[in-house]
């Protein structure tokens, strides 16, 4: 590798990937919160379908979705 890569630091020690300090998301606990409650909902949604009813465990997993769209749209508005 060269030392142009993508995470090498830059001349005052920060990566090219992290934001400074004084901009840290306010929004990164509900963001966590919604990714938390998409996982367990698409865990949840997938035993529903092979388990029990495809129909159900379909609506499941889509709206656990939901829950994933509104993270991205948080993240990608920010």
């Known amino acids: 590798m060269t030392p142009t890569t993508k995470n090498t630091p830059t001349e005052n020690g920060r990566h090219h990937h992290q934001r400074p300090e004084h901009e840290k998301d306010h929004l990164l ?3 966590q919160w919604l990714n938390i409650i998409f996982m367990v ?3 949840v ?9 495809q129909t159900t465990g379909t609506i499941v997993i889509l709206a656990a979705m939901a829950f994933k769209i509104v993270e991205c749209s948080l993240r ?3």
Do not use: Q
Not at 45 to 53: K, L, P, Q
């Open 45 to 53: 949604g997938v035993a529903i379908y092979f388990f029990g009813s």
């Open 41 to 43: 909902g698409a865990l």
């Open 29 to 31: 606990p509900l963001r």
């Open 76 to 78: 990608l508005l920010h």
